[in-house]
């Protein structure tokens, strides 16, 4: 199984407009962040979770020309503004909509936003079509299965992903935009052999984990490798990455991570 990080920031992305800070200045491409997405292949399956603003730019820096199936963890816009740009995806497949699970916040946002990509084919060619359906807790493939859990964050839920690959039997975890993990989200986890958490900035926020947060989280999880994603301008990556405990990292755009 193979993670691309297409993405690793914050909603204002990093650097931030206006900003003349240490991190939004700095000449270390690790802190140049587009919003937070990223592309799991798993026994030869590709799937997409979450469409950042930038997802057109961010699979042509990777490569990314394949899609089979789209998770959308969640509504908020730096998570489902770019899904537009999937209507090339839609070309690839000759026309026919991409299955699109999401919670029912993510697809009455999407329906909302998209309404004419609310289809089995596209209307023309170039145009998206996408078919709506709920995230189940287990999506069974060939390729092997897609665990979900809902995480809080803030005033609506978020998705919680765990893949599991049916060649290796490897695990991966995808829990972005939480501020905490549920018990049920901790035992999905657990033992598992890579995960990326949410771990926003240093000091506490409402609706997301601090990177504080989520190593004392990440430490219930028994996984040996663990990344911190949706970065602010308020963690330099070489700073704050060699204060980490063992075992956990930040993130950045274009990290691929071989599970």
């Not at 089979?68 to 770019?82: P, S």
């Not at 999506?139 to 964050?153: A, D, F, M, V, Y």
């Not at 905490?180 to 986890?189: G, H, I, K």
């Not at 771990?199 to 947060?213: A, N, V």
Request: aromatic content about 6%; glycine content about 10%.
């Amino acid at each position: 199984m193979e993670v691309i990080v297409l993405g690793s920031g914050t909603s204002q992305g990093v650097p931030m407009i206006g900003c003349s800070c240490a991190v939004c200045t700095s000449r270390d491409p690790r802190n140049r962040r587009t919003r937070a997405s990223i592309h799991v292949v798993m026994d030869g399956l590709h799937v997409q979770v979450d469409a950042a603003p930038e997802l057109r730019l961010q699979c042509l820096r990777e490569g990314v020309d394949c899609l089979d199936l789209f998770v959308l963890t969640h509504g908020h816009a730096d998570h489902v503004a770019g899904m537009d740009d999937l209507r090339r995806f839609c070309d690839l497949r000759g026309g026919d909509a991409i299955t699109v699970y999401s919670t029912q916040e993510g697809m009455a946002r999407v329906s909302s936003m998209f309404p004419y990509a609310m289809r089995d084919r596209a209307a023309i060619r170039g145009y998206p079509a996408f078919r709506l359906t709920a995230m189940p807790g287990e999506l069974e493939l060939p390729q092997g299965k897609i665990r979900s859990t809902i995480l809080p964050h803030g005033d609506i839920d978020t998705i919680g992903l765990v893949f599991a690959e049916r060649s290796s039997g490897k695990r991966f975890v995808y829990y972005t935009d939480c501020k905490r993990l549920t018990d049920e989200a901790v035992a999905l986890a657990r033992g598992a052999d890579a995960a990326i958490l949410d771990g926003l900035r240093p000091q506490p926020h409402p609706s997301h984990m601090s990177i504080g947060e989520a190593v004392e989280a990440g430490r219930l999880l028994g996984v040996g490798r663990i990344w911190l994603t949706h970065l602010t301008h308020l963690t330099e990556h070489a700073a704050l990455e060699s204060e980490l405990p063992e075992g956990f990292m930040l993130a950045y755009d274009g990290l691929r991570i071989v599970v």
